[in-house]
């Protein structure tokens, strides 16, 4: 993949914790990651203006349905999480 190198001014105390916090990937990697997740963001922000614009805007019941679904895919990804880390102990 075809990089460019730019420049851009950062808070000094935000680049020191992302520094910390990026460490062996890098700053650019980092970085990178961060700006494809924002850009992947503000185009779910798009799609869901659009679905509302089309379909309404979603109901307080819709909503405590998709935070309890939300719930659940979190307590499956920890319980995958838990077991992996479980049987990697074992492996060992």
Do not use: C
Request: net charge negative.
């Amino acid at each position: 993949m075809a990089t460019r190198k730019v420049t851009v001014t950062i808070p000094e105390d935000l680049l020191d914790e992302i520094r910390a916090e990026a460490a062996e990937r890098g700053l650019s990697a980092y970085v990178a990651e961060a700006l494809r997740f924002k850009r992947d963001r503000d185009r779910l922000r798009e799609f869901v203006d659009w679905l509302q614009e089309e379909h309404g805007p979603v109901t307080d019941d819709e909503h405590a349905e998709a935070l309890e679904a939300l719930a659940d895919l979190d307590a499956e990804h920890e319980r995958r999480h838990a077991t992996a880390k479980r049987n990697a102990g074992e492996a060992a």
